[in-house]
């Protein structure tokens, strides 16, 4: 099947601009896929967890536009709805009280980038003036605090930055971006649903 390689995409048909966006989300899906399952083996002695966003979506063709990058009160949604998943192993949610099918439920409403820095500060149980809690997705699911065992915490895995490394998911092969103000869909589940999520979410909205 044809891709677009380059980056002038004037000279590239529509079906090879789809192609390499679809290949770009399997290998996104797959990268994940092997980063669960990296955390799952490693659960019985930490606390892991992943919370993944997109930054934006993408136009392939839709009323004549490519990428992104319209001003967001006009972007069409293909721009804006990304998907978001959160995995978290029993033991994290154990230490940190998080009921699960609450979780579950909170993903069926509506999320934006703006949770993800108030959630990850609930995540890592971090008390600042400058969280909102409201913008947590975690903390209406909080139950009475578990009793706290000696594993060490997700922050621990910043100590261990070669063992992530080794199993390619390390800080050398995370890319930095920067996140702009979008819709989400959050998925939980295992690995295999991932996949079928975002290929579901690049179906509908191109996200």
Known sequence: MPTCDISELSTCSVEAIVNSYDNAVRYTDRFLAMTIEFLGRHAATHDTALLY?????????????FLHGMPYPIAPDVQTRVPMVMWLSDGFRSSRGIDEACLRARAERPATHDNVFHTVLGL????????????DMTDDCRLDRAVQDDRPSPAAWQAEPDLLDSAGV????????????????????????????MDSVRRRTGG
Do not use: W, Y
Request: hydrophobic share 30%; no cysteine; charged share 30%.
């Open 53 to 65: 966003v997109s930054d934006h979506g993408e136009s392939l063709g839709e009323k004549g536009l």
């Open 124 to 135: 890592l149980d971090v008390e600042t003036s400058v969280r909102d809690r409201s913008l």
């Open 170 to 197: 390390g800080p050398a092969h995370l890319e930095q971006t920067r996140l702009t103000r979008s819709r989400a869909t959050l998925v939980l589940g295992d690995p295999e649903a991932v996949g079928e999520t």
